[in-house]
């Protein structure tokens, strides 16, 4: 429960430090929607793992 949890906030982090580089380097990068496809896809991901899980500590 424990491991799953703490690889959603990994991936969280991920996706968040990727996109404020991302948007610091965005006006060098003409086609970049494919990198955040695949930033909201691992922040989907992140969601799928934390929401169960927090869901049981509130239980």
């Known amino acids: ?3 799953r949890m703490s ?3 990994f991936f969280a982090f991920i996706v968040t430090v990727s996109k404020v580089t991302i ?3 965005e ?3 003409n086609s970049f929607s494919k990198v955040l496809f695949i930033l909201k896809a691992i922040l989907a991901f992140s969601y ?3 929401y169960p899980v927090s869901l ?4």
């Open 27 to 29: 006006r060098y990068i």
């Open 48 to 50: 799928i793992l934390v």
């Open 1 to 3: 429960m424990l491991t």
């Open 23 to 25: 948007f610091v380097i």
């Open 7 to 9: 690889v959603g906030i």
């Open 56 to 59: 049981e500590f509130t239980v």
